[in-house]
Antibody, heavy 126, light 107 residues
Framework: QVQLQESGPGLVKPSETLSLTCTVSGDSISGSISDYYWSWIRQTPGRGLEWIGYVYYIGSTNYNPSLKGRVTISVDRSNNQFSLQLSSVTAADTAVYYC????????????????WGQGTMLTVSS | DIQLTQSPSTLSASIGDRVTITCRASQIISPWLAWYQQKPGKAPKLLIYKASSLESGVPSRFSGSGSGTEFTLTISSLQPDDFATYYCQHYNSYPWMFGQGTKVEIK
């Protein structure tokens, strides 16, 4: 059974870079039968759920334009992990951050997020 | 960006009630619409995908319908475990967006 687990510092100072890691267990991040994409999603009381972006196991990415320029998502196949870096953080980046998996089928269509990590709270404060 | 608007924002209901939540999209997204259930302190759980397909393991009292820009999630007979917040999400085009949520409370 595939499981995702986020890890991170919990607290980041304003203007610094946030770094979070998601560890995938129960399957290879490179995928088995189906193609999987690995996303970061965050949630705040004010803005709700916001998709940040995804990475594919070969390193290709797609980001939400609302965060473009500040976000980098990368994959570490040897450790079965993928990571989020968000630069120049402000209090508005305080959120619960989730990692999640989604499938892309043979027709090229994405499916919704079927497996999520438990989430990690990230606070931006001096 | 395609915006999703859910209604109502909050819904008070009793055990056994039939509950319907609506999600309206700012553009046609059919059929790329999913529904999630979220309980406090937990990650969202996928209930419905492709507007009306039930995710494996989800009770059959949950159903989804709709097309084009208007979609509904129905719980045929509300159970104690169903009190939660429900979100719709489109995956039609980037960026994927979520609705603002509908909280189902005990009446």
């Amino acid at each position: 059974q595939v499981q995702l687990q986020e890890s991170g510092p919990g607290l980041v100072k304003p203007s610094e870079t946030l770094s979070l890691t998601c560890t995938v267990s129960g399957d290879s991040i490179s995928g088995s039968i189906s193609d999987y994409y690995w996303s970061w999603i965050r949630q705040t009381p004010g803005r709700g759920l916001e998709w940040i972006g995804y990475v594919y196991y070969i390193g290709s990415t797609n980001y939400n334009p609302s965060l473009k320029g500040r976000v980098t998502i990368s994959v570490d196949r040897s450790n079965n992990q993928f990571s989020l870096q968000l630069s120049s953080v402000t209090a508005a980046d305080t959120a619960v951050y989730y990692c999640a998996r989604q499938k892309k089928d043979s027709g090229g269509w994405f499916w919704p997020f079927d497996i999520w990590g438990q989430g990690t709270m990230l606070t931006v404060s001096s | 960006d395609i915006q999703l608007t859910q209604s109502p924002s909050t819904l008070s209901a009793s055990i056994g009630d039939r509950v319907t939540i609506t999600c309206r999209a700012s553009q046609i997204i059919s059929p790329w619409l999913a529904w999630y259930q979220q309980k406090p302190g937990k990650a969202p759980k996928l209930l419905i995908y492709k507007a009306s397909s039930l995710e494996s393991g989800v009770p059959s009292r949950f159903s989804g319908s709709g097309s084009g820009t208007e979609f509904t999630l129905t719980i045929s007979s509300l159970q104690p475990d169903d009190f939660a917040t429900y979100y719709c999400q489109h995956y039609n085009s980037y960026p994927w967006m979520f609705g603002q949520g509908t909280k189902v409370e005990i009446k």
